[in-house]
């Protein structure tokens, strides 16, 4: 089993950037790939990026390519978003997810998730 924690977010201007963290401890070995996607006020939850863990490689939803960045450090068992040139359509709680298929866009595809992170972009 896999816990995981969420932190960085925060309330920034538009135009602002914010990294996002997400430590994991536990059954850490075992990791497929690691992703995040976030959950707007009356939205539904939606994919944002996945990092495949041992080769690095990236996907991206097109809503945020070019402006947010997924990052990880195997020796802190951590994932990182960095978001920059944020506006306040990117406000939303913050999820990071462990992802066990091959389907990176696919909400059913990650098993572990945790308890998310708020960030507020204001106008």
């Known amino acids: 089993q896999v816990q995981l924690v969420e932190s960085g977010g925060g309330l920034v201007q538009a135009g602002g950037s914010l990294r996002l963290s997400c430590a994991a401890s536990?059954?850490?070995?075992?990791?497929?790939?690691m992703g995040w996607f976030r959950q707007a006020p009356g939205k539904e939850r939606e994919f944002v990026a996945s990092?495949?863990?041992?080769?690095?490689?990236?996907v991206y939803a097109d809503s945020v390519k070019g402006r947010f960045t997924i990052s990880r450090d195997k020796a802190k068992n951590t994932v990182y978003l960095q978001m920059i040139s944020l506006n306040p359509e990117d406000t939303a709680v913050y999820y990071c997810?462990?992802?066990?298929?091959?389907?990176?866009?696919?909400?059913?595809?990650?098993?572990?998730w945790g308890q998310g992170t708020q960030v507020t972009v204001s106008s």
């Open positions: 997810a462990v992802r066990t298929s091959y389907y990176p866009r696919r909400e059913d595809g990650y098993a572990t």
């Open positions: 536990g059954r850490t070995f075992t990791t497929y790939a």
């Open positions: 990092i495949c863990w041992s080769s690095g490689t990236t």
